[in-house]
């Protein structure tokens, strides 16, 4: 099973602890804004996500 794009954003964002990869600076992860990876917008980001998919699937 391949894990969508949201699937992965949605992971990483919730995940408490990232490791870092082989090569960190060429994952589409490492290129999102410092905002969007910060653990204050957490709870936020998440539940945004939530409501995209949530729209997506009616």
């Not at 990483?12 to 090569?23: I, L, P, T």
């Not at 204050?40 to 997506?56: P, Q, V, Y």
């Amino acid at each position: 099973m391949s894990a969508t794009s949201d699937d992965i954003l949605e992971r990483y964002v919730s995940a408490r602890h990232r490791e870092r990869g082989k090569f960190p600076a060429l994952t589409m992860l490492a290129r999102l804004p410092a905002w969007l990876k910060s653990a204050k917008h957490r709870t936020e980001i998440l539940r945004i996500i939530g409501r995209l998919r949530a729209s997506l699937s009616q």
